[in-house]
C-alpha cells in the first residue's frame, strides 16, 4: 500500500529541521505533508519562511480545507489540527499537554484516518508530545522516522518518541527528506535503525 501522508511534529529548536527537509523535497514528491510545531499565538511568519525553503506550495490549514498531494500543511497557531480522510478539521478544544496545537493529537487522527498509508516524523523539541501518537500510528500500521537525539537541538522530543516506539527509523536531519522520497517511491516501511 503506498503511503499517502506525512505528518510532522516539531517544537523548540525546529525552524532548521524543517526548512532542511522542505529544501530536499522536489516538486515530484506526491504525499501530503502536514506540520505541527509549537508557536505562539501571534507567530503567523513560519509559513512565508518555510516557503522560502522548498519549490512545494505551503499554507496554513483552513477549516475543512482538502489535503492534497504535494502541499505542506502547517497547523495555525492556536488551534488543533484534527485528520479526517480527505480533509482537516481545526478545533479550539483545550490544549493538550499545554500545547494547542497538539502533535499527538494530529498523529492519533491521522492513524484513524489513513492507518498504513501514514507516516510519523518526530523531530526536536522540548517536551514529550508526538510520542504516544507516533504509537498509534506504527500500531495501525504506518511508519515512523524520528530524529536522531544526538543531532537536535533539543533532544528532548525525538527520545521520548524513541521510548515510546524503539524500532522507529532514526535519522539525522540531512538523510530525512531522502528517506520520504525512497518511502513514497517504495510503498514498504522503512527498518530501523540506530
Not at 128 to 145: E, F, M, P, S
Request: glycine letters at 8%; aromatic letters at 6%; charged letters at 20%.
Amino acid at each position: 500500500m503506498a503511503y499517502e501522508l506525512v505528518v510532522v511534529g516539531v517544537s523548540a529548536g525546529g525552524l532548521h529541521a524543517l526548512c532542511t527537509i522542505a529544501g530536499a523535497l522536489t516538486v515530484d514528491f506526491t504525499m501530503a505533508m502536514v506540520i505541527v510545531q509549537h508557536r505562539s499565538k501571534d507567530s503567523y511568519a513560519l509559513c512565508d519562511v518555510l516557503q522560502d525553503c522548498t519549490p512545494l506550495p505551503i499554507h496554513e490549514i483552513t477549516d475543512k480545507e482538502p489535503i492534497t498531494g504535494g502541499h505542506i500543511f502547517l497547523a495555525p497557531p492556536d488551534y488543533h489540527v484534527l485528520i479526517e480522510r480527505g480533509f482537516f478539521s481545526l478545533s479550539v478544544d483545550e490544549p493538550i499537554r499545554y500545547s494547542r496545537p497538539s502533535i499527538d493529537l494530529m498523529f492519533e487522527t491521522a492513524a484513524e484516518a489513513y492507518g498504513p498509508e501514514a507516516i510519523g516524523l518526530v523531530l526536536t523539541g522540548a517536551n514529550h508530545d508526538g510520542a504516544w501518537g507516533l504509537r498509534q500510528i506504527v500500531d495501525r500500521g504506518g511508519a515512523a522516522i524520528v530524529q536522531d537525539p544526538a543531532t537536535a537541538e533539543v533532544p528532548v522530543m525525538p527520545r521520548a518518541a524513541l521510548a515510546s516506539v524503539p524500532e522507529a527509523t532514526v535519522a539525522q536531519v540531512e538523510e530525512i527528506a531522502p528517506i520520504l522520497v525512497a518511502l513514497q517511491r517504495a510503498g514498504t516501511p522503512p527498518t530501523g535503525t540506530r
